[in-house]
């Protein structure tokens, strides 16, 4: 598999993100919210209760066997050991990628994301073309992400429910293996924890 750098231009809809702007402005112009209580409610999100919370989760999965074992079968414990558990956490899967098998993530009916563990869900994630195509051809949404899995890897697509929320294990990178956990989390990207990226190499 590999990455480049890419932009979401072909699942995405940019409209939503202009649209979400100009509300918001329209909003914070007739005081209905306050932008400032906003931007620190998007900031506990991104960085509280962001990607770093799965990133931690899949960087000790990679350290320590009994965990990762341990997360694999039953990951909401295990996740919620670590602290992460909530509102739209409740029962969590996680999934792990190996050479043979890759997984990535949809919520086919509506936007179901895991946000105490990746944070606020990204727009072209709740879009309808993400939503639609990568259950039909999931190699080719995954191409325009920058991921190109081989022909001899089985691409598994696992739609979330309300009830049922999954994270995506990604393989570790090679050339890691003298790094520390927090070393290693930094390597975890929110896109691979929803199976339409991979994690960086130490020397991205």
């Not at 990607?51 to 899949?58: F, L, Q, R």
């Amino acid at each position: 598999m590999t990455t480049d750098n890419h932009s979401h231009a072909n699942v995405l809809i940019p409209e939503v993100g202009l649209r979400v702007k100009a509300l918001e402005s329209l909003l914070a112009e007739k005081k209905a919210i306050d932008p400032a209580a906003l931007d620190l409610i998007i900031e506990t999100f991104e960085t509280q209760m962001g990607p770093k919370n799965g990133a931690k989760v899949v960087a000790k999965a990679w350290t320590d066997p009994k965990y990762r074992s341990w997360l694999l079968e039953d990951g909401t414990a295990a996740i919620k050991s670590l602290g992460y558990i909530g509102v739209q956490g409740e029962n969590m899967v996680a999934l792990e990628n190996t050479p043979t098998v890759h997984n990535v993530v949809v919520c086919t009916l509506c936007s179901c994301y895991p946000w105490p563990t990746l944070g606020l869900p990204p727009i072209w994630f709740k879009s309808a073309p993400y939503r639609a195509r990568v259950v039909i051809e999931p190699r080719s949404v995954l191409k325009e992400f920058g991921l190109d899995v081989p022909d001899d890897v089985e691409v598994r697509v696992w739609d979330s429910t309300a009830e049922l929320r999954y994270l995506v294990l990604p393989m570790r990178p090679s050339g890691t293996e003298n790094l520390t956990e927090q070393e290693l989390a930094a390597l975890v990207t929110r896109d691979s924890m929803i199976g339409t990226g991979v994690a960086q190499s130490p020397s991205h």
